[in-house]
């Protein structure tokens, strides 16, 4: 009876599914066929969610061959990272590479590369197709994507969302932590990859709701102790700092509205 399994192709990273007939226990590693050849994977578990591509198939258990080449590739995806940095410093171009892997058959070899500008790579591409005789695939990403693929630690002490479990990165605005009040303090707002925090359109929706009917920081306000100021507003919890003949008052807003 086929079955759908969830695998990850490195520690921490995201799942995938991919279907087979053989029972599998969590925690094994599986070589997978992908859009992009042969994969080594691991097997994290039985899933009920259906297959997102038909192809994404479970070839075989892999063995203890099959794992050693794996950890081989590895290594020689970072000898090849190397070069190819080397190789663009004495050619001249203005392209960081993130990251580099091999399929697990290479049969190919992937580069991912951050540039500020678009870049002409087809002379890399001939010279490193000419040195690892494989066909080469280079991808220029963004700084959000490089954060995905180094992945890394946020300031929030935890994993980074895109690299842990987001599947995909939504737009992301300043007016989200304009509407959670939050200080634009570059520091505080942005990410390891110097772009506005993912987590910030996490509970924008609620404080959008939350907000309606809040006073704004500065504006006056008429409560049944008098007429104040705002001085800080806590939209979650719906409620302000208000001074009023120069003491400070907490107002509930919706007993206002009341």
Request: hydrophobic share 35%; proline share 1%; charged share 30%.
């Amino acid at each position: 009876m086929e079955k759908v399994y969830g695998v990850i192709f490195k520690e921490g990273g995201k799942s995938a599914n991919f279907k087979s007939e053989l029972a599998i226990d969590d925690g094994t590693n599986v070589i997978v066929n992908t859009d992009k050849g042969l994969q080594f994977a691991k097997v994290l578990n039985i899933v009920e969610e259906p297959i997102e591509d038909e192809d994404n198939e479970i070839v075989r258990i892999a063995s203890e061959e099959d794992y050693e080449k794996y950890l081989a590739n590895l290594k020689d995806a970072d000898i090849a990272l190397k070069k190819s940095a080397d190789l663009v410093k004495s050619m001249g171009l203005k392209m960081r590479f993130a990251s580099a892997s091999y399929n697990f058959d290479r049969s190919q070899l992937i580069l991912n590369f951050t540039a500020d500008e678009r870049i002409d790579f087809r002379e890399l591409a001939k010279k490193l197709a000419g040195i690892y005789h494989t066909r080469i695939e280079l991808h220029q990403i963004g700084a959000r994507d490089k954060a995905r693929v180094i992945s890394g630690i946020g300031i929030c002490g935890k994993k980074l969302c895109c690299s842990n479990f987001l599947k995909q990165i939504d737009g992301i605005s300043m007016s989200m932590a304009k509407n959670q009040n939050l200080s634009l303090n570059p520091s505080k707002i942005n990410g390891c990859c110097g772009r506005l925090l993912c987590c910030l359109a996490y509970e924008d929706k609620e404080y959008l709701e939350c907000s309606q009917g809040m006073p704004t920081v500065g504006s006056q306000m008429t409560t049944e102790k008098g007429v104040g100021i705002v001085q800080s507003v806590d939209i979650l919890n719906r409620k302000c700092t208000v001074v009023i003949d120069g003491n400070k008052e907490e107002i509930l807003i919706d007993d206002c509205q009341e």
